[in-house]
Structures are given as C-alpha cells and as structure tokens.
C-alpha cells in the first residue's frame, strides 16, 4: 500500500536518485536540489516567508517518488504550493503521481488556515495539467516564473 515519508537523514540518499525519463528532466528539478532547498525555504520579498515539507512517495519499502510542498499561511492569494511531485520513470503509469496529489489536498483540506493551493508547471507539460485539472486545479492564466500557474480554492 502506497504511503507518503518524511525525508530524514535515513531515507535522502534513496530519494535523490529517482529520476524522471529524459524527455522530462526539464519539468522537475533534481531531488537533491529540492531536499537542499527543504532546509532554507524561501523568502518572498512581498509576502514573506514559504517552509518547505519534502516526502518520498513509497510502496511498502520502494521508494517511488518525491513530491514538496510549501506553506505560507501570511500570503494572501495562496498558502499552500506543490512546489515539487515527480515519479520515478520506472514507476509512471501507476498512480503514484495522483496519490501523492491526494495526499496532499487531504492534508491541505483539514487545515483552516489554507483557502486556496497552488501548483506551477512547464507549459508543455500535457500529463501535469490533465492530472491537476482532474482533482480540480483551475488555470487562471497567469504565469509564474515562465510557468502555468494553476490553483484550487479549498475554501
């Protein structure tokens, strides 16, 4: 059965060497950098600061993927952001991707202080913005950084 995990010093080494398929190494950024970046988060000049929370995605003891989130209950538009989701290219095709997506919006759901999540993607990217869409992110035509910007209003 498919579980969510913290990153710790006893699972990072595994995490960071899952890999996405060629063709998509432009659409997701090593999860080494994401775990480096889990430890600064990141300061927004306007809105303040975002705390990153990294996870592998398993099956039972297989490590089958990475996905980070970010929370900023200060910023007024969004206070959550899917900042990272990859699947390893081995494991595509199996769900992984949409659990960690479910898992996510459950925990985003249950937490009053978030109204309204967000998630960037590569514009090309096909199979993000038909995942999202299906759990009910909206484009609301905006980009961020050279990315759709896609968000879903939790309250």
């Given at each position: 059965m498919?579980?969510i995990r ?10 960071i ?11 997701v950024a ?16 306007e ?23 970010g ?6 538009q969004?206070?959550?952001f ?8 081995r ?6 991707g949409?659990f960690?997506?479910?898992?996510m ?20 990217n096909?199979v ?7 759990l009910?992110?909206?484009e ?5 950084e050279?990315?759709?910007l ?6």
């Open positions: 498919a579980e913290p990153v710790t010093k006893d699972n990072w080494r595994e995490l060497k899952l890999q996405v398929r060629d063709d998509q190494k432009n659409f090593p999860n080494v950098n994401s775990i480096a970046e889990s430890q600064f988060g990141y300061d927004e000049a809105y303040g600061h975002w705390d990153f929370h990294p996870f592998g995605i398993y099956e039972g003891d297989t490590a089958v993927g990475f996905l980070m989130y929370l900023n209950f200060a910023h007024p969004r206070q959550a899917i900042i990272r989701l990859m699947v390893d290219d494991f595509q095709g199996k769900g992984y949409r960690g997506m479910v898992q919006i459950n925990l985003f759901s249950a937490d009053e202080r978030i109204k309204v999540v967000a998630i960037s993607y590569e514009p090309e096909e993000a913005r038909k995942l999202y869409a299906s009910g992110f909206v609301p035509g905006e980009m961020l050279g990315e759709t896609a968000i879903l209003k939790l309250r």
